[in-house]
C-alpha cells in the first residue's frame, strides 16, 4: 500500500547489531569522539570512565543525545584488566567488542561486523587486525607492516580478563577463535616521544612489578638480549623498517620499554632481598636484646 501523504517513504533504518561496545576512559578528550563515532549502527556502548576532568565527559554526553545508545558508568580506577573485566561484565548483548577510546573501526570492519556475529558456535571470538599511526606521520603505517592480531570480539560469557595482569592485558576465549580477514582496527594515538616514553616507563615498571609479585627473578642474560631483540623484532619482522625513521624511532621505543622493564624487575627484586635481609637482621638483634 502507497503512502499517500508520502509516496516515497524513507526506508526504516536498519536494526542495531546485536554487539556492546565497552571502552574503558580517563582524560581521553583528543580521541574518544573518534572511537565513539565509529560504532554507529551497534545495540549498545558501554562507557566506564574512571574520573575524567577535561572534555572527555562532555564529548560522551553530547554523542549520546545525538543518539549513540551510550551507557555512561563511573568506576573508580580498578587497574587494567579489573577495569576492563568490569565493563565486559556490563554489557548486555550476544556479542561484546572491547575497544581502547585511542581506537576506531574504518569502514571495511565495519561492514565486516554482521559476518562475523554470523559466524557458527564453534567460534567464540574474532581476532581484528589492528594497525597505527606513528608520531609526526598523517596516514596509518603501510599494510605491507605487520598487523597485530588482537582478540576484541567475543561471544558474552565466553571470555574474560585474567583479574591477576596489571599490565598487557587482554582477552582469554573460552573456545576457538579466528582473525578477521577484512578491514582493520586503527590506533591513532601518536604521542610526542617524551609522553610516549612516560607511557612506556609505566608500563616497564607495572611488568616489572608483576614479576616480582609472581616470584620471578631476574635474569642477566635477558637483560643483555631481550632489548636488541624486541628492536629486531619490531624493526624487521613487523616490517617497520618500511615506516624510515619513524619505524626506526618506534622499534627504539620499544627496545626502550623491554630494556625498563629488565632493569626494574633487577632494581625491585634486589631492593626487596636487601630488605628482607635487613628485618630478619633486625628481628635477630631484637631476639638477642
Avoid at 499517500?4 to 571502552?23: D, E, H, Q
Avoid at 585511542?102 to 581484528?128: F, M, N
Avoid at 616480582?212 to 635477558?222: D, F, T, Y
Wanted: a positive charge.
Amino acid at each position: 500500500m502507497t503512502d499517500r501523504a508520502n509516496p516515497n517513504p524513507a526506508s526504516p533504518s536498519p536494526a542495531p547489531l546485536p554487539i556492546s561496545a565497552t571502552v574503558i576512559c580517563k582524560n581521553e578528550e583528543a580521541c574518544i569522539g573518534k572511537c565513539l563515532s565509529s560504532l554507529k549502527g551497534l545495540a549498545e556502548i558501554v562507557v566506564v570512565d574512571s574520573g575524567s576532568t577535561d572534555g572527555t565527559l562532555a564529548i560522551v554526553e553530547d554523542l549520546s543525545r545525538r543518539g549513540l545508545p551510550i551507557r555512561l558508568i563511573h568506576q573508580p580506577w580498578l587497574g587494567y584488566a579489573r577495569q576492563k573485566q568490569f565493563a565486559l561484565d556490563q554489557a548486555s548483548s550476544p556479542w561484546v567488542l572491547s575497544i581502547d577510546a585511542d581506537e576506531w573501526l574504518d569502514d571495511d570492519l565495519r561492514t565486516e561486523l554482521p559476518r562475523l556475529i554470523g559466524a557458527e558456535d564453534s567460534i567464540a571470538g574474532w581476532q581484528l587486525r589492528r594497525t597505527l599511526t606513528l608520531y609526526g606521520r598523517p596516514a596509518p603505517v603501510s599494510l605491507w607492516t605487520r598487523p597485530e592480531n588482537m582478540l576484541r570480539l567475543v561471544r558474552r560469557g565466553r571470555a574474560r580478563f585474567d583479574a591477576d595482569l596489571i599490565v598487557h592485558e587482554g582477552l582469554i576465549a573460552d573456545g576457538e577463535t579466528a582473525v578477521s580477514p577484512r578491514g582493520l582496527l586503527r590506533h591513532e594515538r601518536g604521542l610526542p616521544l617524551d609522553e610516549q616514553m612516560k607511557k612506556e616507563i609505566v608500563y616497564a615498571r607495572l611488568k616489572a612489578q608483576q614479576r616480582i609479585a609472581n616470584g620471578r627473578k631476574p635474569s642477566w642474560l635477558k637483560l643483555l638480549l631481550n632489548p636488541p631483540i624486541y628492536f629486531l623484532r619490531i624493526f624487521f619482522w613487523n616490517r617497520f623498517f618500511l615506516c624510515g625513521w619513524a619505524g626506526f624511532i618506534h622499534a627504539a621505543t620499544g627496545a626502550t620499554y623491554s630494556l625498563m622493564t629488565e632493569a626494574m624487575h633487577r632494581q625491585f627484586y634486589y631492593a626487596r632481598k636487601a630488605s628482607g635481609s635487613a628485618r630478619t637482621n633486625s628481628g635477630g638483634k631484637g631476639g638477642m636484646a
